[in-house]
T-cell receptor, first 113, second 114 residues
Framework: QQQVRQSPQSLTVWEGETAILNCSYENSAFDYFPWYQQFPGEGPALLIAIRSVSDKKEDGRFTIFFNKREKKLSLHITDSQPGDSATYFCAASGTGGNNKLTFGQGTVLSVIP | ETAVFQTPNYHVTQVGNEVSFNCKQTLGHDTMYWYKQDSKKLLKIMFSYNNKQLIVNETVPRRFSPQSSDKAHLNLRIKSVEPEDSAVYLC?????????????FGEGTRLSVL
């Protein structure tokens, strides 16, 4: 059972456009949602994270929009750059003293100059 | 430099051999993890250690065993590797498991089983 789902599987945008990466989850107990960026041959790097008490989190060109009622969130990358080309993972964890992250299957983003 | 360090970067071995991967974090974190990333890039947690106690074990095969000497080190041993063990093994650490701090990852160890 895939508890965290991402779409699309792959996305291609032109340089300067806004890339929108989607994520949905099933477990209502999830309340913390980090996004990771992974380049080929490297480990995932924490990009930005949001807690369920917020509906928006912004960090430079990266913004998370969160809809708790629909159990959906999205990562918006404005003014996309070729250097943003990578795989993006949405992850989720809940409370209860167990910091177990459940990852989505990732979205491969390609930014064309 | 503070980060999560993994060795080796790559390892090629044959079925049935034993392998061991090392991980060290210099972040002062309390919890360390091992994740497996398969050829489809799916990430799944294998183990986590907090204060030298195993707190999550995702029913991985018994040939896998984590080994920790202190809270800054968490090694992974695979006894008698199988072809399906070919993957990238990622070590990570986080400061606080209670408040859901996102783990920080190392670069990974790429295992190929022939």
């Amino acid at each position: 059972q895939q508890q965290v789902r991402q779409s699309p599987q792959s996305l291609t945008v032109w340089e300067g456009e806004t890339a929108i990466l989607n994520c949905s989850y099933e477990n209502s107990a999830f309340d913390y949602f980090p996004w990771y960026q992974q380049f080929p041959g490297e480990g995932p790097a924490l990009l930005i994270a949001i807690r369920s008490v917020s509906d928006k989190k912004e960090d430079g060109r990266f913004t998370i929009f969160f809809n708790k009622r629909e159990k959906k969130l999205s990562l918006h990358i404005t003014d996309s750059q070729p250097g943003d080309s990578a795989t993006y993972f949405c992850a989720a964890s809940g409370t209860g003293g167990n910091n177990k992250l459940t990852f989505g299957q990732g979205t491969v983003l390609s930014v064309i100059p | 430099e503070t980060a999560v360090f993994q060795t080796p970067n790559y390892h090629v071995t044959q079925v049935g051999n034993e392998v061991s991967f090392n991980c060290k974090q210099t972040l002062g974190h309390d919890t360390m993890y091992w994740y497996k990333q398969d050829s489809k890039k799916l990430l799944k947690i294998m183990f986590s250690y907090n204060n030298k106690q195993l707190i999550v074990n995702e029913t991985v095969p018994r040939r896998f065993s984590p080994q920790s000497s202190d809270k800054a080190h968490l090694n992974l041993r695979i006894k008698s590797v199988e072809p399906e063990d070919s993957a990238v093994y990622l070590c990570a650490s986080s400061r606080d498991r209670v408040n859901n701090q996102a783990p920080l990852f190392g670069e990974g160890t790429r295992l190929s089983v022939l």
